[in-house]
């Protein structure tokens, strides 16, 4: 008798290969629904990435290199490249090295004050005079390209664009030229030379020129580095009373030029966005410390929603300016926070936007500090036109300096107090502080930050 099927064994056998397929179906299906995801968001990225072209921003290598070059200027690129390689060679470097004790250049060893004494016996004086003799051709060359850039485009110094991985380059060699210059203006401010002082200042703020096209977050903080070097040279030259009349009035529209927030922002945010945007495309060629290898364009999206948050900041006033950098930010972390799967859809997102409120604060500080430096010109030069400092900063608008466009965040006017015929002047550190004190900050060198608050008071003497 041949036996029938068994009806255990035939219900079991479809269970089984419903069980097989089962996650093969929802494999499937994940797959699926990621791909349809990514190719909507390549058609929205698409649609985004032409519209940022017709607007005039890069958007990929190709497009980087041509938006450098017109923003860029090549007439003294030749004159540059020459100094900045100079700079990088072992002659010089090997002088710096002969001189240890060099104030900003050397390595400061044994040194209690790495400062010029601006009076009295100074043990270092004599070989910080040979060295700065050395080179004076190379001074006077630097400081006649500051000042023949300066109404110029910035200089245009050639840059290999590789997407994420794109440096600027010479960044040491740059900050060297602003501290050999430096240097040269602490040595002129002890001798009491209002012209080379000023004409130091300026050629730092100059150096800018050659650091203004690279829009990258780098070259910012380098420019930010640079100019924070000549705000230091004039505060110790307003401290000492140093400039005289026709040298204040020339450097004051200059200072002015960087007491708001530019155009700079909305430049550094499309260059790092253009430099980012080709390691969506091609993550594993694009220097993210990531595995992923596959197209991101979810993760783009995220990445372009967060950095045009970011350009959309109003920058006319730095209260708001501030505000909306906190809210940004908070925002963005919100975004990419807000559970497993949005993590994994700004996974290189993560990697690809700075602490841009970090940032923001640095340019806020370079703000700041213009300000309170052209408030400084501004005493010194009320203390020549009157042969006394103003009992009030209100005083100051006889020079047209607008008090309101002048004034700090934080919704408290600068300090200042005058002592006879001595008087401070004070700001706040917008990275530690949110206004300015009722009382100047404390600058002894056993506080917390004493370095750092010695630029926010000004003691004029």
Not at 71 to 83: E, H, P, S
Not at 114 to 125: F, H, I, K, N, T
Not at 246 to 273: N, Q
Not at 293 to 307: E, H, K, P
Request: contains cysteine.
């Amino acid at each position: 008798m041949v036996p029938g099927p068994n009806p255990k064994r035939s219900c079991l056998v479809p269970a089984i290969l419903l069980l097989i397929a089962m996650p093969v179906f929802l494999a499937l299906v994940v797959a699926l629904t990621w791909y349809a995801r990514e190719m909507a968001a390549k058609s929205r990225l698409n649609d985004r990435t032409a519209k940022l072209r017709t607007q005039g921003y890069p958007v990929d290598n190709a497009s980087m290199q041509t938006y450098y070059t017109e923003q860029t200027d090549a007439t003294n690129t030749d004159a540059w490249l020459a100094i900045l390689e100079f700079l990088k060679s072992d002659e010089f470097n090997e002088s710096i090295k002969a001189n240890p004790r060099l104030p900003y250049l050397g390595n400061g060893i044994a040194m209690e004050d790495p400062e010029v004494p601006s009076q009295g016996d100074w043990a270092d004086e004599r070989s910080v005079r040979d060295f700065l003799k050395q080179w004076t051709r190379l001074h006077t060359d630097i400081t006649q390209l500051t000042h023949a850039s300066a109404n110029q485009k910035p200089v245009r110094i050639p840059m290999v664009f590789d997407g994420f991985k794109t440096l600027p380059p010479y960044l040491q060699e740059k900050r060297t030229m602003a501290r050999l210059l430096s240097l040269y203006g602490s040595v002129a401010l002890r001798d009491r030379d209002s012209a080379a002082v000023r004409t130091a200042i300026e050629s730092i703020l100059g150096i800018n020129q050659i650091i203004a096209g690279e829009h990258n977050l780098i070259a910012q903080l380098v420019s930010i580095a640079v100019d924070s070097q000549a705000i230091l040279l004039l505060q110790q030259a307003i401290e000492q009373d140093a400039l005289n009349t026709t040298d204040l009035e020339s450097l004051l529209p200059k200072v002015m030029a960087a007491t708001t927030i530019g155009d700079e922002w909305v430049a550094m945010l499309a260059g790092e966005r253009g430099s980012a945007l080709p390691g969506f495309s091609n993550p594993s060629d694009a220097g993210f410390d990531s595995p992923i290898t596959l197209s991101r364009y979810v993760d783009a999206n995220c990445y372009l929603d967060i950095m045009q948050s970011f350009q959309q900041i109003e920058r006319s006033d730095l209260d708001e300016f501030r505000i909306q950098l906190k809210k940004c930010e908070s925002a963005a972390l919100a975004s990419m926070n807000s559970g497993w799967l949005a993590k994994m859809d700004s996974a290189l997102t993560a990697q690809a936007v700075p602490s841009l409120a970090s940032v923001g604060e640095a340019f806020v500080r370079r703000a700041v500090s213009h300000r309170l430096a052209a408030y400084g010109i501004g005493l010194r030069l009320y203390e020549d036109r009157h042969g006394t400092l103003p009992e009030s900063l209100n005083a100051l608008t006889e020079f047209s300096l607008d008090l309101t466009q002048l004034k700090p965040p934080g919704g408290k006017p600068f300090g200042y107090r005058v002592d006879g015929t001595t008087a401070t002047l004070w700001g706040f550190n917008p990275r530690t502080s949110e206004s300015v004190p009722i009382e100047p900050p404390v600058t002894s060198k056993d506080q917390p930050d004493a370095s750092e608050n010695d630029q926010w008071m000004w003691n004029l003497k």
